[in-house]
């Protein structure tokens, strides 16, 4: 059995430990070559059967094993549009899913540079109108916005996360779930976040995308 297969089991344990992951919500894929495994429909991320994935290919094609999670065209999208991307994190986690609920801050980021943090390891994550689970159009925009990221947000749904590794999108679906927690604690106190120098600084240090306010063009 392939080490990929145990890293995705073990990472879909360590976000249902969180408390990120409630009930058989949420899924997790990782990039084999020009192949995907992905959590199956219904699996609970706390006990995954890294020997009964879901095989697919890179356009969504069953190849072998068990139904996929229904939230795979996200998975997808997500690698055809950044051949870097090598893991894909979808939750339901409880405060991003709240702050999905909410105005987005700008047309590229539903959250502000609260933190140092959020830009090392998230950047700018723009928030999808609202589409019924599993939607084929709402992943197709996803793979078609305009812009860099690696994180964004569903509207009324949850959060999705990509990453060079799949080490990193758990940091990055982490680091997600805490700058949502901190923006929601926060509520309608003043609050100071990251001037624009500053995130674009953090932001390009580590090699994250931030284009703040700026509009889509």
């Not at 830009?119 to 999808?128: N, S």
Request: with cysteine.
């Amino acid at each position: 059995m392939s080490a990929a297969r145990h890293d995705l089991a073990a990472a879909g344990a360590h976000l249902a430990s969180l408390g990120l992951s409630p009930g058989s919500s949420g899924n997790v894929s990782i990039r084999e070559d020009d192949r995907i495994l992905i959590t199956p429909t219904g699996a609970d991320l706390a006990a995954i059967d890294a020997g009964n994935l879901t095989v697919l290919a890179l356009d969504g094609t069953h190849l072998d094993g068990p139904r996929p999670s229904k939230e795979f065209p996200l998975h997808t999208a997500f690698y055809r549009r950044d051949p870097a991307t090598r893991a894909v994190i979808h939750l339901h986690s409880r405060h991003a899913a709240a702050l999905s609920c909410r105005p987005a801050w700008s047309e590229r980021s539903a959250l502000p540079p609260l933190t140092p943090y959020f830009l090392m390891r998230v950047g700018q994550t723009p928030l999808l109108p609202y589409a019924p689970p599993g939607d084929v159009q709402q992943a197709a925009d996803l793979e078609q916005l305009p812009f860099a990221f690696r994180a964004a947000l569903l509207q009324n749904h949850g959060p999705v996360v990509a990453g060079p590794a799949l080490a990193t999108a758990v940091d990055a679906a982490v680091e997600l779930e805490e700058t949502a927690a901190l923006l929601l604690t926060l509520g309608t106190l003043p609050a100071r976040v990251l001037t624009e120098e500053e995130a674009r600084a953090m932001a390009d240090k580590y090699g994250m995308p931030w284009s703040g306010r700026e509009p889509v063009s």
